[in-house]
């Protein structure tokens, strides 16, 4: 089970409820080339030996369902890793990132509307004492789609990666781009497969 929260934030192109689970998933193309040019080229040297996808959605398949975030019985007790990285629901998503910064030994990522970085509360929660390490801004769009994968689809909305290193509180943080020709290089034949079924 998973619980939301009262956020009313409005969601462009996202049409569940504030309250929905918020399954969006991540097209895969895009998960390899953050993993591939971003994560093992800029931070390999930290350790990325265990990660922790709190907010797996149709990945999570075969393995106990609890929440990162909420309140009662079903939440996920800690789970000591080096890496928490997810795509979260973006009405949780501070949420996420405080609990995530609180657990994970040596970094937190978390895929985000660009936009995110806007805004008074996120500031203060977040942004003023502890920015991201680093951006990492996709030069192409990532389309995402309720409860599938559709290579086919297109979006309006800008995403990028907010990276954290538990070491690098209270300084400057890092812009860098994830270069055109993401979803050509790390496209794979088996992610259409997989969801065309
Ligand atoms: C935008 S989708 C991304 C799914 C997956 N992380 C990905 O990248 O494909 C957000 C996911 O967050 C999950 N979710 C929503 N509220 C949650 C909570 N309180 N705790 C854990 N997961 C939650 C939803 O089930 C949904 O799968």
Redesign the pocket.
Known sequence: M????SSTAVMQRRSLPAR???????PPWA?RAFLHEVLQAEFAALGLNSVW????????TGHAV?????QGPD??APIPVEWII???????AV??AERALREAKVGVAL?LRTSWMEGGERYERLFRNRPPRLVAQYCERVP?VAGR?DPTASVATSYAWFVWHQAHFRKETRLIWIAPGAKARHLCDADLKRWAS
């Open positions: 998973v619980k939301g929260n929905g689970l918020d399954f969006f998933p991540t998960t996808e709190p907010a797996a959605g149709a990945d999570g609890g929440s990162f975030i909420g939440v996920i997810t795509n979260p629901p973006f009405n949780l949420d996420f895929l995402m994968y």
